[in-house]
């Protein structure tokens, strides 16, 4: 009983700083820009995170995946396999990686007319895209050895590394946006190379000869792409469903506000990339337990942990909440140089609806999380394309047209709390907080 708690005090904590580490790559990106191009900016800045969020996905998809299947093959003592899925989530990686950067290359153009740009975005948009999609190998691999080495008993330096990152890259903003005078593209570097600063802090897991996995020579098999994508599946679902959102939510509100409606959004949705990445951070360092737990077949462990959460998670976002009605000004302002009126009126009024859905939205992400690491992929898959799209792009459309931007704001926080109904539904159907026999 102790020990659970120890080790989900432990990893959980490490993962939520990693995490709120992560999420500063865009807020730093947003507050500098903010600062240097004005709404402008912000407005093309937040059309272009759709693309992040896709790679990110790609890259928390194969190494949640991967890392899932190798704490349950190496609590069962399967050395020789849980290496093999290492190797093939590494190169599985490195392909993706290669496909955005052909992308970036050839077609940021047409990406970003895509996503919404107009002849005032068109060229930071691209040139944000071109540079993130060509560092795109970097993310992925990144995210992929965050897993790998959290699940290999050292979630101390996956979460150094991962403020490491983020640190260097709010100051390499700094210094490539003002400085420099590097505008859009100093922004996009300095987002770019922070993965590559991870990546050589996790090297030192392997320079240390503590890893317990490493790479073999192996031929690819389709059995271990398509199972460890199955079980990150529901994590890569949650990301792109973000982009999809986003996307969705830059269209409606730039036909009901315009750019000055879009920037609005951007500093909600930005500030709320953090407090996602707590949940997620809870989510994340829950999964090795619950990993380990199934691989055991530890009734217990998954239990207490799931316990845990879910009351971490409710008191997170009972204190994000109200940190954010009672200091919406002041956080607005942060992110609004220009102390535009118009921008700030939109913004607090849908930052005060917005976050409301985060106490649902937590425990989805959870939720999601938990069926992925007991193998449960389908049923992840179900809450993550529920919550993704499928039930607030439809509730979007319609609220906007009858209530206009408070049905925006209204869509996500109605979306999270429907999903936790169905989630509570099949709880009491199929005792999915148990491990199933």
Request: glycine share 8%.
């Amino acid at each position: 009983m102790e020990n659970i708690i120890k080790n989900f005090a432990k990893y959980v904590s490490l993962n939520i700083l990693g995490m709120i580490g992560l999420s500063c790559y865009i807020l730093a990106d947003t507050y500098f820009v903010s600062k240097a191009l004005g709404a402008t900016g912000v407005a093309a800045l937040n059309f272009s995170i759709s693309i992040y969020s896709v790679i990110h996905g790609t890259g928390l998809m194969i190494g949640i995946g991967g890392a899932s299947r190798y704490s349950i093959l190496y609590s069962q003592n399967e050395v020789k396999k849980s290496n093999e899925v290492y190797s093939t989530s590494m190169k599985l990686g490195i392909f993706l990686g290669v496909l955005f950067v052909i992308i970036g290359i050839f077609g940021s153009k047409s990406l970003a007319l895509r996503l919404g740009a107009d002849a005032s975005t068109l060229p930071l948009i691209q040139t944000y895209l071109t540079t993130i999609l060509v560092f795109a190998p970097f993310f992925i691999m990144n995210n992929i050895l965050i897993a790998f080495v959290r699940n290999d008993n050292n979630p101390n330096l996956s979460m150094i590394a991962m403020l490491t990152g983020s640190l260097s890259n709010i100051i390499l903003d700094y210094i490539f946006m003002f400085p420099l005078g590097m505008g859009m593209f100093g922004a996009a570097f300095a987002t770019g190379l922070a993965p590559i600063i991870s990546i050589c802090i996790l090297f030192i897991h392997f320079i240390k000869r503590i890893n317990s996995f490493k790479l073999i020579k192996n031929s690819i098999r389709w059995s271990y792409i398509y199972d460890l994508c199955s079980l990150g599946l529901s994590a890569f679902i949650t990301e792109v469903s973000s982009a999809v959102v986003l996307i969705t939510f830059n269209l409606v509100i730039f036909r009901l506000k315009g750019n000055l409606g879009v920037a609005s959004y951007g500093i909600i949705a930005n500030i709320a990339l953090v407090g996602v990445s707590i949940f997620t951070g809870i989510a994340q360092g829950i999964q090795p337990l619950v990993s380990k737990g199934y691989g055991m077949n530890n009734h217990v462990i998954l239990k207490k942990v799931m316990k845990y959460a879910i009351i971490t998670s409710l008191s997170i976002a009972s204190l994000i909440y109200l940190t954010v009605f009672y200091n919406a000004d002041n956080i607005i302002g942060l992110f609004n140089s220009e102390q535009n009126i118009k921008i700030a009126q939109i913004a607090k009024h849908g930052i005060r609806i917005y976050f409301i859905g985060f106490f649902f939205a937590g425990i989805n992400i959870i939720m999601a999380m938990y069926l992925s690491a007991i193998e449960s992929a389908k049923d992840a898959f179900i809450i993550s394309i529920a919550r993704g799209c499928i039930i607030i792009v439809p509730l979007v459309l319609l609220l906007c047209s009858i209530f206009k931007m408070t049905g925006v704001w209204l869509s996500f926080v109605l979306t999270e709390s429907v999903v936790t109904i169905i989630i509570l539904m099949v709880n009491t159907k199929r005792k999915i907080f148990i491990l199933r026999n």
